[in-house]
């Protein structure tokens, strides 16, 4: 059930790449002190689009580079363009124990240095991914942010869901440590269970199979 998954492993935080008939999609792009680490492991894919979850540094603070170095359109939701640019623009609530545990942590990162870009595409929840080569399409996940975005697209064992930090998988799935929106949030997790993928890719933990006995223990206590 792991097969064909293109994550890159950038310490806490993951990045992937979808593969796709015109070239392939960078989801996220990972913190500046992993841009070299990321820049290898791209060797072997031909990216095109690079689409971004979220605002957050750690998954955006190599877009800029990323996007002149391969010459590709970068795509955000425009609810998160001003948290792209000072992740300490909008509060957030602390969700849950971990969250707690990591709390100075958090806020370093949110006023850690961002790389500014202008984003070619702004995300739409329904826009349709295939005329970038890909049969997908976003899905809104707000809660863990206001522009928080997924991609929901086929794969060789039946759907995917890149969900960015909607869900965690820390080191079971798990409600997002930080939100702007509880309330939108647990929507959001809603909604996902509702969609049913067969694999949900989070921006931080390994992949959740959803068959696996750790989601339905999840979902039951949801």
């Not at 899905?139 to 869901?161: F, R």
């Not at 890149?162 to 820390?170: Q, S, T």
Request: with cysteine; glycine share 8%; aromatic share 8%.
């Amino acid at each position: 059930m792991l097969e064909n998954i293109n994550m890159i492993d950038c310490g806490m935080t993951n990045c992937y790449v979808i593969r796709g008939r015109k070239g392939d999609i960078l989801v996220d792009a990972g913190r500046e002190e992993y841009r070299d680490h990321i820049e290898t492991w791209l060797l072997n894919y031909n990216i095109t689009l690079i689409i971004l979850t979220h605002g957050h540094a750690d998954h955006v603070q190599n877009a800029a580079y990323f996007s002149k170095l391969y010459n590709a359109p970068i795509m955000i939701s425009p609810y998160d363009m001003r948290l792209a640019r000072d992740n300490n623009c909008r509060p957030y609530y602390i969700t849950n124990p971990i969250g707690r545990l990591l709390k100075n942590q958090t806020e370093m990162n949110m006023h850690i240095r961002m790389n500014r870009f202008d984003p070619a595409i702004y995300a739409e929840e329904g826009m349709d991914l295939e005329p970038y080569g890909i049969d997908g399409v976003i899905i809104n996940l707000e809660g863990h942010t206001k522009g928080s975005i997924g991609i929901l697209c086929k794969s060789s064992v039946g759907y995917d869901l890149y969900a960015g930090d909607a869900i965690m998988n820390a080191p079971v799935p798990m409600f997002p440590m930080i939100c702007e929106s509880p309330l939108k949030a647990r929507g959001s997790i809603e909604r996902i269970i509702t969609l049913a993928p067969d694999r949900i890719l989070c921006g931080h933990g390994a992949p959740i199979l959803c068959g696996h006995k750790s989601y339905k223990l999840f979902i039951d206590r949801f």
